[in-house]
Every structure is written in C-alpha cells, then in structure tokens.
C-alpha cells in the first residue's frame, strides 16, 4: 500500500489539531503554520497525481481490510485531479487571508484546514457512508467559514444555509440506509456490480434511493431548483470563505459524476441512465436562472455567486450529455470555472473595502487609487468567467458545445449556452464601466488597494492562463481520465480485486 | 413489527417536515430533530428486525447485521452535533436579527 494516498487527509487533520492547541500563540505563528500546512498539501497533492497518471489507480485499505468489508481510499485521476485543484486554490485563498481577514475571528486556520479535510475526504472515498461523513465534515468547517465575522445578512444567509444542508443530510442517510436495506454493501464499487443484478422487486426502492442521493448532490451542486440558496450565503461571507467556496459546489458535480458514471453507468442493468431524464434539462434550467441572476445583481459579491450558479449548470451540462469527449470538456471547464469564480470572488473583497461606503455594490463610485491595474485585472477575470477567448473560460464552453454536436438534444444545449453566454458577457461588462469608468464625485474611496493583496487573485487569473497555454496536455489528461470514468471496469477491479496488504495471494 | 415501525418512521418524517417548514426558528430546530429521530430508526432497522440474536457470526446461530449498528451510532454523534449547533446559531440569530422568524424578518417582503 501506498501510504501517500492517506498523506491529504492526514495533514489537514494534523494540521488544523496543532493550530487548536496553539491557539493562544501569536498571529505569526498560526499564520505560517497554516500556510505551510497549505503549501505541502499543493506539494503532495502534485506528487500523487503524477504517481496516479504513472501507476494507475490507487486503493489504500484502511485497517488492512480488502475491500468489500473494509473501508477503502481510491485515488484515481479523477480523485486526485479534484484533490489537487482543492489545494492549489487554498494555497492562493490562505495567501489572501494572512493579509487581514483571517483578523475578524481566532478561528479561521483551524476550520480552513478542516475544510480542506472534508474536501480531501469526500473526493478520495470510495465508500459512499464515508463520503456522507467527509461531508459532514466539511460543511460543519464550512458553516463556521462562513459566519466567519458576523453581522445580520450573513447570519441570516448563514442560518438558510445551515437548515437546508441538515435536511440534505437526512435525505443522504435515508438514501444510504436504503440502498444498503437493499444491496448489503457500501462500497461505491461493490455497489456498482450488484446493481446490475437487482431482483425486479427491489428496483424501485434502489430506483428511489439512486433519486434521492441525486437531490441531495443537486442540492450541494446548486443543481436549479435547488439553487436559491447559494447567493445568500456565498454573497454575504467574507471574500476569502467564499472564494473557498467555489470548490464547495464542484463537490456536488462531482459526486454526481461519480454516482452517474459508476453506479447508473451503460452496465448497471434495468437501472442504467438512471440520472439521464434530469440530468441535462435541469442543468440547462440552471443556467438560465443563473443568468438571469447575474443581470439582475446589484453587487459584485452576488454577480460572482451567480456566476458559480452558472458554471455549475454549465458543468452539469456537459456530464448530462455523457460521454468521453463531454465528460473530458466538463472536466476542462471545471478546473478552469473553479479558478475563475476564487478570483472575482477575491477581486471584489478587494474592491469593497477599497471603495469605502460605496462597497461593492455595482453603481458609480469614488475614483480608486491604482484603477488601472484593478480594472485590467477584473478584465481579465471577466473574460475567463464569461467565456471569452482567449482565456480558458472560452476553450472550455467551445470544448462543451463541440462534444454536443450530434447529441438528440445539441439545439437546446447550443441555444441556451450561447445566448446565456451573450448576456453574461453584457452583465459584466456593465458592471465594469460602473466600477471603474463612472466616477461619482462626492464619494470617497478608503485607503488604496494594497498590490500584496492583488496577488492572489492575479495568481488564479495566472493559472487561467497557464490553461491555455498548456491546454494540450490538460485536455489529453482530461480525455484519459474521461474514457476511465466511461469504462469504469478498471475501477471496479482495483478496488474489488487488491488483496489485503497489497500482497498477492 | 415491519408495519409498526414503518408507521412510526413515516409519522415521525412527516412531523420533522412540517415542523421544518413553519417559520420559527423553534419549531424549525425541533423538526430538524424529529427528522434526524426518524431517519436514526430507519437507519437502524434497514439491518432486519430480530430479536435476541447477538451481533456477532457464530456456527449454526443467527445473527444480527452489526453494520447499521455502526453506522447508526456515527449518525447519532453526526446528528447530535450539528442540533447543537443550529441551536446556538438560532440564539445567535435571535439576538443579531432581534426576532426569532426564519428570514429574520415578522412580516418579509
């Protein structure tokens, strides 16, 4: 067994433990440690992926139990592309945070590594009660993220947030106590081979926990109609929190992904294609309800949360319309959409507190100190978040578009994404002539923008630009992982099929 | 027993979600914890009913599934944990907001 597999679990816990006992220590302190923590996991997380793309997939058998009656980590590409996504982003997110914001609670880095935690957890699992727990984990850390500070809109947003993920939560169980009623196991790929030999009689349960499981990632997805929480609680949290968000959502899609591929996949019997009468309406329906929300905000915060509203249903697309070539495009533009919305996130944080009273609210403002290097870099953001070439946001939706042609449903999916893309392309460039060219004389802006604090969001705008630049070879990695999650036969046998100890027998 | 249970499951979801839809804070905390009950039980059971029977494989004795046992008890914790937690966040609220309604507002626009 390869113990490197266990490595992005461990020190996050470690990680965020050793912060707790020294709490009472100096800012300095806590700051370095947790950024430290944050730079290794980048290092590891790069280690196991190269070592995944090498080897194949991993399975580390927890306690030495082969799976199916131990618990099991599975890292493959699509695992461990997901791991390392998280912690280049919360490499960038604690960069933003020790310049200041992590000041409005002593609590931040404790529940920043637990986030990360919960979000290594959920992605390298591959048992599906572990996944409700590495759930749970993160969103506790996320429900203390995101009252991070306080006052009125984001308690009141934060309580929305907290009841409906504990309702998500129950329906989680009742869909896992039923399917394990039904099935006898719980690993995601014993779970897989004994659905393709369902008696007919239990179908229907197995039927309605397979739906459910679906609502309950819809629901962390921001999956339209369950999306209307997302921007409350996203436009009302702290830059930072929200900016570390943006990976929350990909949680659902790719937990939808998984169950999608391996569990309701082509093999799965009377139950295959189980998710594919929703799946696309639903994600088409999100897009527009996250346009519409994007021309309608009134506030950079909330345009940014709509904009995540929008690249999930952009995402869920693609893996609604199935397939290598569309599952590869929808993991192009995950990675890349992930970036992009940390970035304007963090953009209008900056803006907000630069503006003085004005805030981040998109009317006329004071003429802001260094306006020239902020407004291109919000250009360059707002061209990657709105598809525009040459940024990676544009090789992306082209990717997406290029996988439906021929699809049954290619109009539908080709109008909505285009005409949606037109107007977000309008909202924002809106918003920018209101932020940077109309100047309302009366108000004044605070101190100016420190360039320390710009570098984070340049470096995830930089990384956008890293995706056209090496595009090749990040869609060849996508394609690969892709045609994997297609022929899910190499996972199931490296999970069911690694004996105890890794000893063959 | 299979029906009784049953029963009791249904009443109890259906009574958590009632009470989560009303628009207090109070009755939402409580529904909450009804549905956590319910879906504890059904968590439970999905192992079969069986009495007397010990948890563990012996030769030629029946046995009860101890996995539910397992997982019911880490929901127990999952569920515990997060009922204290909404409820300090209702007090907060309560105090920040200075009313007990769900969207912080007596008469929301």
Redesign the interface.
């Known amino acids: 067994m390869n113990h490197l597999l266990i490595a992005p679990l461990l020190l996050p816990l470690l990680a965020g433990t050793m912060l707790l006992l020294l709490r009472s220590y100096d800012t300095p302190v806590r700051r370095g440690l947790s950024i430290l923590a944050t730079l290794a996991l980048v290092g590891i997380s790069l280690a196991l992926l190269l070592h995944v793309a090498e080897h194949g997939a991993q399975v580390y058998q927890l306690g030495n139990w082969a799976a199916p009656f131990g618990i099991v980590l599975v890292a493959d590409r699509l695992a461990v592309i997901m791991v390392l996504i998280t912690s280049v982003l919360a490499a960038c997110v604690v960069f933003y945070a020790v310049r200041g914001s992590d000041h409005a609670g002593r609590y931040f880095h404790i529940l920043f590594q637990m986030q990360l935690f919960g979000l290594n957890g959920a992605f390298l699992t591959g048992d599906l009660f572990n996944l409700f727990v590495f759930f749970e984990v993160l969103l506790i850390a996320s429900y203390g993220l995101l009252l991070h500070g306080g006052g009125r809109k984001r308690t009141r947003a934060g309580l929305h947030y907290v009841v409906l993920n504990l309702v998500g939560s129950t329906l989680f169980l009742f869909a896992v106590g039923a399917l394990y009623g039904v099935l006898g196991t719980l690993n995601m790929a014993d779970l897989a081979q004994r659905l393709s030999s369902v008696p007919a009689e239990d179908l229907g349960v197995v039927r309605a926990a397979g739906l459910l499981l679906f609502g309950v990632f819809a629901l962390k997805a921001a999956l339209a109609p369950l999306h209307l929480w997302l921007p409350g609680a996203y436009g009302h949290t702290s830059a930072p929190v929200a900016a570390m968000f943006a990976i929350m959502t990909k949680v659902g899609a790719y937990s939808i992904l998984r169950v999608h591929s391996l569990m309701f996949g082509p093999d799965a019997g009377p139950l295959a294609g189980l998710l594919d009468a929703w799946l696309l309406p639903l994600a088409l329906l999100t897009v527009i309800a996250g346009t519409l929300g994007v021309l309608a905000s009134r506030r950079l915060a909330e345009q940014a949360a709509y904009l995540v509203i929008v690249s999930a249903g952009t995402l869920l697309t693609a893996f609604g319309l199935g397939g290598t070539e569309a599952f590869a495009a929808g993991l192009y533009y995950l990675v890349h959409s992930t970036f992009a919305a940390a970035a304007l996130f963090l953009l209008a944080g900056i803006l907000g507190e630069a503006r003085g009273t004005t805030g981040d609210r998109l009317v006329p403002g004071p003429a802001l100190p260094r306006g020239q290097l902020l407004g291109g870099l919000f250009l360059l953001i707002a061209l990657a978040a709105s598809g525009m070439p040459p940024l990676s946001g544009f090789i992306g939706k082209w990717l997406i578009l290029q996988a439906s042609l021929g699809a049954p449903d290619m109009l539908w999916v080709l109008g909505v994404l285009l005409v949606t893309s037109l107007l977000g392309i309008m909202a924002l460039a809106r918003s920018g002539s209101r932020l940077f060219f109309k100047i309302d004389e009366k108000a004044t802006a605070s101190a100016p923008a420190r360039l320390g604090d710009l570098t984070a969001p340049a470096a995830l705008a930089t990384a956008g630009i890293a995706m056209v630049v090496y595009a090749a070879p990040v869609y060849e990695f996508a394609r690969v992982t892709a045609a994997q999650l297609v022929q899910s036969g190499g996972y199931l046998a490296a999970v069911l099929h690694s004996t105890a100890g890794g000893i063959a027998q | 027993m299979e029906a009784l249970i049953a029963i009791v499951i249904g009443v109890l979801t259906a009574c958590g979600v009632y009470l989560?839809l009303r628009g207090r804070?109070f009755p939402?905390v409580l529904g909450?914890t009804l549905?956590?009950y319910?879906?504890?039980l059904?968590?439970f059971?999905?192992?079969r009913l069986a009495i007397g029977t010990p948890p563990i494989i012996r030769d030629g004795a029946s046995y009860a599934d101890p996995?539910?046992q397992a997982?019911v008890l880490?929901?127990i914790v999952?569920?515990f944990?997060?009922t204290a937690?909404?409820v300090i966040?209702?007090l907060?609220?309560r105090a920040?907001?200075g009313n007990d309604h769900?969207?912080?507002e007596e008469h929301p626009r």
């Open positions: 989560t804070t939402m909450l549905m956590s319910a879906v504890n059904f968590l059971v999905m192992g996995l539910p997982l880490t929901a999952i569920s944990g997060m937690f909404v966040l209702a907060r609220a920040e907001l769900v969207d912080g």
